[in-house]
């Protein structure tokens, strides 16, 4: 009888340590409740990453984890309310380089700043720059191409998502390093730059792999160059620009994952390891490489330093091109 209640006024006594102690790791019964992920519009890369995130974050939380599209200023839209949300892991938002690169040197007045009103989580998927022309097009590589742009006095059009976007971004480093002097033509989205240069309206695209895939398989459109040092493994027959001579002609698509800032960092840690285990996974890498994306988690640390890199990167190519919002 003694020692039962020895037992139990021990138990008393540790019940407000062991509250304190769930108080002070708010990741300790995370998530509470459906968590959201803002992404863009659907059907984009953006929503891909944010869809598929989704699932296996559900699978493994065994709480629902739902897709918010906010379609609009490519991204921007949902990037603005996820920066005004309860920094309590409840709200993440998939950015990119649309959203948390080129917005500050586009938008002098960005409701959110990139780097101050986030945190960053992990980055998820990458796919590859492709550039595609259409069919017409007499050229099969990049010297090709060249010749044929500067054949033609009153210039060669590529189509991009937009203003500020990655393929507005890549076809102005394009310009820089080859000296060539495309035309840009912004349409409202990436497939709607996509049909155009399937339809001959534009002759030149600088696409994620994941969004031109499909034209490429039906030979709607064809492509040059892969924009990076390595062969990209959904396309291993394309080779890259360093390969044709331009090792400077380096681009990609990247989506990560975002949380509020002053979210706490053990959820920041939580949300990071099922992230990571997810995407590590050989199944999720098969599922991504046949949309034409890999997975590329990484550590909230890489992942910020990741994005800083951008940052700089790019901001040199907007004031060399004197990119201006649309």
């Not at 008393?12 to 708010?26: K, S, W, Y």
């Not at 492509?223 to 394309?238: E, N, S």
């Not at 840690?269 to 997975?295: P, Y």
């Amino acid at each position: 009888m003694k020692g039962w209640l020895q037992t139990l006024t021990l138990v008393f006594l540790l019940m407000p340590v062991l509250a304190a102690a769930q108080r002070a790791d708010p990741a300790q019964n995370y998530p509470v409740r459906p968590v959201r992920i803002i992404t863009g519009s659907p059907g984009s890369t953006s929503d891909l990453s944010a869809r598929f995130t989704a699932q296996k974050l559900t699978e493994r939380w065994r709480h629902q984890v739902v897709v918010d599209n906010r379609a609009g200023a490519g991204g921007i839209i949902g990037t603005e309310i996820a920066a005004r949300s309860a920094p309590d892991g409840q709200t993440l938002v998939i950015g990119h380089i649309g959203t948390h690169v080129s917005a500050p040197s586009l938008y002098k007045n960005l409701a959110y700043d990139p780097i101050k009103d986030f945190e960053p989580i992990s980055n998820l998927v990458s796919s590859a720059i492709v550039l595609v022309v259409h069919v017409s097009v007499p050229a099969g590589n990049l010297k090709e191409l060249l010749a044929f742009a500067r054949g033609k006095p009153a210039g060669v059009n590529y189509s991009t998502p937009g203003g500020g976007t990655s393929g507005n971004l890549t076809g102005e480093l394009f310009n820089q390093v080859t000296g060539a002097n495309l035309v840009h033509v912004p349409y409202k989205g990436a497939g709607f730059a996509l049909t155009s240069v399937a339809s001959g309206e534009t002759q030149v695209s600088f696409l994620a792999a994941s969004t031109a895939m499909p034209q490429l398989k039906s030979g709607r459109v064809k492509p040059l160059a892969v924009l990076q040092k390595k062969r990209f493994v959904g396309l291993p027959d394309v080779p890259t620009s360093a390969e044709q001579g331009f090792p400077n002609l380096d681009s990609n698509v990247w989506f990560g994952l975002f949380a509020p800032a002053k979210t706490p960092k053990s959820i920041i840690m939580k949300i990071n390891q099922d992230v990571v285990a997810a995407l590590s996974s050989q199944d999720a890498r098969d599922i991504l490489l046949v949309a034409g994306a890999e997975a590329v988690p990484t550590s909230p640390q890489e992942f910020g330093a990741f994005v800083q890199g951008e940052i700089t990167k790019w901001t040199k190519v907007i004031k060399a091109a004197g990119i201006k919002a649309q």
